[in-house]
């Protein structure tokens, strides 16, 4: 079995999202895997091929420990579940791993009402949920390089 010992960011590419110009500055982590929804995916199958490629990665000893989840506008409840099923999965590769990581959801500065609100209810139900890892939750509105607005919680 292949082994690597080097520190991986995941980023998550949704139809409609924008790359998130800050990633660059923000991230420490050399090896960045980017795994982008297919024109043909829907959300739920877009969520089963990144909790392969997570459990991929993992299993040949990556240590993910920064994933993007770069969000269209899509507010709906298909969207909602495979964004949460996506946290779960990398969520559970940081326990499993014994170390905390970061799950970032990102969208527009332009993003509606609704998606803001879809985002941020999804990053408050994780951190109830995922409370005991000391893993990080963030939601971040604006792709540019610009410090856009920041929504930070703390699962600990």
Known sequence: METHSVETTVVVMETGSAWPAWIEQSLRAANTRVIVQQEEET????????IDRVESLTVRGFKIAVAVLACGERADDSASDARRQIARSLLSAFAAAGEPGRVLFTASQRSSGAM????????????????????????????????PQELVSRVA
């Open 43 to 50: 959300p739920a199958d877009l969520a089963d091929r990144v």
């Open 116 to 147: 803001r609100s879809t985002l941020s209810g999804l990053a408050t139900d994780l951190q109830a949920e995922w409370e005991s890892t000391g893993s990080t939750l963030s939601v971040r509105f604006g792709t540019g390089a610009r410090k």
